[in-house]
Nanobody, 122 residues
């Protein structure tokens, strides 16, 4: 089983930036970031194939968020710029040993981190 530990959440104002980190222990093929706001479904924000650097983004974050993996393939980061209140929620790192589809669905991922809170105020 893969262990995932997130960090980097916090509170910022609109237009601010945050970088989330997910430390990975174990083999993964796809790692993704999901977010969930109160009363809403969990949605895929960005994903990456650890070995090939292929990436996928939700339309709402394209051009603002960047997902990356370290050369050691042990940390996946999510750089979030120009944040808005709609980006607020709990962000989860998720992993699978399979090739996930470009449209990231929670059911594709079997390993999850504990979540980190992101709050963007107007």
């Amino acid at each position: 089983q893969v262990q995932l530990v997130e960090s980097g959440g916090g509170s910022v104002q609109t237009g601010g930036s945050l970088t989330l980190s997910c430390i990975i222990s174990g083999y993964t093929y796809t790692v993704a970031w999901f977010r969930q706001a109160p009363g809403k479904e969990r949605e895929g924000v960005a994903g990456i194939f650890v070995g090939s650097q292929w990436t996928s983004y939700h339309d709402s974050v394209k051009g603002r968020f960047t997902i990356s993996v370290t050369s050691a393939k042990d940390t996946v980061r999510l750089q979030m710029n120009n944040l808005t209140p709609e980006d607020s929620g709990t962000y989860y790192c998720a992993a699978t040993h399979r090739r996930a589809s470009p449209i990231l669905e929670p059911t594709q991922f079997g390993d999850w981190g504990q979540g980190t809170q992101v709050t963007v105020s107007s």
